[in-house]
């Protein structure tokens, strides 16, 4: 596995939630890190990534409402949802373009999705 992430649960609209992901130790160089979301019967969306240089990219949806952070020497990328609405329902998933060497091309790597419900 390599990468893991947790955080997801049942929050009333209004609600916040913080999302983690850990990339494996395996992985020595890490650029972009994201989130993705799938709600039921939709596609899987963008949501936010961070690059290397800590350059941030939001959805429209929910800039200002989520802020996306990461931690290099942890390889770890956090979701700070706010604002919690009941759109914002869907499977959550982490996403990293890694590699085990310090050269060559980047690969995506997917975590296994974490459920976010927000209640009205």
């Known amino acids: 596995v390599q990468l893991q992430a947790s955080g997801g649960g049942l929050v009333q609209a209004g609600g916040s939630l913080r999302l983690s992901c850990a990339a494996s130790?395996?992985?020595?160089?890490?650029?972009?890190m994201g989130w993705y979301r799938q709600a039921p019967g939709k596609q899987r969306e963008l949501v936010a990534q961070i690059t290397s240089l800590s350059r941030t990219n939001y959805a429209a949806s929910v800039k200002g409402r989520f802020t996306i952070t990461r931690d290099n020497a942890k390889k770890s990328v956090y979701l700070q949802m706010n604002s919690l609405e009941p759109e914002d329902t869907a499977v959550y998933y982490c996403?990293?373009?890694?590699?085990?060497?310090?050269?060559?091309?980047?690969?995506?790597?997917w975590g296994q999705g974490t459920l976010v419900t927000v209640s009205s």
């Open positions: 130790e395996r992985l020595v160089s890490i650029n972009v």
């Open positions: 996403n990293v373009q890694a590699r085990f060497t310090h050269y060559g091309s980047y690969t995506d790597y």
